[in-house]
């Protein structure tokens, strides 16, 4: 009896010893299981306390960063004397910005705007092209497109926001009204196709609903347009397909945003190179079957019986409207120098292969005549002279700069700063610069110095030129 009991009690002892034991053990796994939490939440408090300070450092850098580049590129600009935008380009109304810095990113020519002291502020003027996607991105509605600024004025003709002269019945689209980007164009001659055809009347015939002067981005964009909406309109270009388009060297890329081109869709491509454009352009003309009278120049415009009488190089039309799409380079702008009657010299390049193993010269330092100069030292054996009035490139896109910039540093371009052309002789070049006069043998010379608003034939018309001094 005794010994059971004993033998029970053992039992008993040994059973609160495991239960003991399984106790600790469950203490122990619980101590490490709560350790092993408290572990990872200081992890993820010190990683959260991390990120908390760490992002808004890197900001603060990244910000300070963009902000002393922009300082740099304005105190630059300013230094150099470049701050007159040649064209159409923001104004930033500060007490509306807040800073987001979208209209600095969606800007496709780079660092045009900048922002400092939290506000944007075009920080290379010269170098503004007139995209106008900074116009669009401002979420605040702080920033205005304009022409001109207070010192220096452009002409423009008056236009309505409808595309329609001081002239009734008589619109302006693309480049002549200050749009010269090609995306720009085509959407203002599409839209202004929109307007006119609000306008129209029943008539007979022998009177087209619109006569479209001009077949480049802008005219074509109307071309397409009309046969879109099944107007009946007649298309005169004094070229062909593309108008100044295909005065740009071969080369050259003419598109740097996506465009909306009626009865084609949306091209999204973000660049194209001028052969590329226009064969797109005329793959769409074919396959929209839309007619251009090409090579046929306008030549007078006159009012008669409440119609436009379109009379060109081949021909009489009768309009109920007329949209002029024709540029603004209406003649090139001559140097004015003995000699230059001669012929080599030329306004524009089109066949640099024409010119292996020549000397030749090219006037001005835009982005035409830099193309120019970058597609001629592509030829064989051709020798490239630049002659440029000013001391550096001041507005050209920031592209052309780089590759000009190679091009003199490699010495495959020739470049004489603060040069004039003072005459042209049969096998050279007089050039006047700030060491005196030169002359260099010169077999062609190629002057890009702009062209000349065609004035006269506008007023002509009784369309009102306006200089623009910072307007809307």
């Known amino acids: 009896m005794n010994g059971e009991l004993n033998r029970c009690s053992i039992f008993e002892h040994n059973g609160s010893i495991i239960a003991l ?34 992002i808004p450092v ?45 209209c600095v990113r969606v800007c496709p020519e780079g660092e045009i705007l900048g922002l400092i002291n939290g506000k944007a502020v075009l920080v290379t003027p010269t170098k503004c092209i007139g995209h106008g996607a900074c116009f669009a991105a401002c979420p605040v509605d702080g920033i205005d497109l304009v022409f001109g600024t207070e010192r220096r004025g452009v002409d423009i003709p008056h236009v309505k926001e409808t595309f329609e002269s001081n ?34 009347v029943d008539s ?108 060109s190089s081949k021909g009489e039309y009768l309009a109920q409207r007329v949209l002029l799409a024709i540029g603004r380079k209406g003649t090139p702008r001559k140097l004015g120098v003995p000699g230059e009657d001669s012929t080599k010299v030329a306004y524009k390049l089109i066949e640099p292969e024409q010119y292996q193993k020549k000397q030749v010269l090219v ?33 050209i896109k920031e592209k052309n700069r780089a590759r000009i910039e190679k091009a003199i540093q490699s010495g495959a371009v020739h470049c004489i700063f603060n040069s004039h052309v003072k005459e042209i002789r049969s096998n050279s070049v007089i050039l006047s610069h700030e060491d005196g006069m030169n002359e260099i043998p010169e077999d062609y010379v190629f002057v890009f110095a702009g062209g000349e608003l065609p004035t006269k034939f506008l007023q002509k018309l009784g369309i009102r030129i306006e200089t623009k001094f910072g307007e809307k």
């Open 204 to 311: 007979n015939m022998e009177v087209y609903d619109v006569a479209i002067i001009g077949a480049g981005p802008a005219g074509l964009a109307a071309t397409l347009q009309a046969s879109k909406q099944g107007l009946r309109y007649i298309t005169l270009e004094q070229d062909d397909v593309g108008g100044t388009i295909l005065t740009y060297p071969r080369q050259k890329l003419v598109m740097t945003h996506p465009m909306e081109i009626p009865l084609y869709g949306k091209y999204k491509q973000r660049e194209i190179q001028k052969k590329e454009l226009l064969e797109l352009w005329q793959g769409i003309v074919k396959k929209a079957d839309i007619q251009i009278n090409t090579f046929e120049k306008l030549e007078d415009l006159e009012r008669v019986n409440g119609h436009f009488r379109v009379k």
């Open 363 to 395: 006037v001005g330092g835009g982005d035409s005549a830099i193309e120019a100069a970058l597609a001629l030292t592509k030829q064989r054996g051709t020798r490239v002279t630049l002659s440029y009035r000013k001391e550096v490139f001041s507005r």
């Open 21 to 54: 034991a399984n106790a600790f053990i469950r203490e122990i796994e619980y101590r490490y299981q709560w350790e092993k939490q408290q572990m990872y939440e200081h992890i993820i408090y010190l990683v959260a306390i991390t990120i908390t300070v760490l």
């Open 167 to 200: 002239v009734s019945g008589l619109y302006i689209s693309g480049e002549l009204g200050g749009m010269g980007l090609i995306r720009n164009a085509m959407t203002q001659g599409r839209e202004a196709i929109e307007y006119i055809s609000k306008t129209l």
């Open 58 to 102: 890197i900001y603060v850098i990244r910000h300070n960063k963009k902000e002393n580049s922009a300082r740099a590129k304005l105190t630059q600009a300013t230094s150099s004397g470049l701050i007159e935008p040649v064209s159409l380009h923001p104004t930033i109304d500060a007490d509306r910005c807040i800073g987001t810095g979208a």
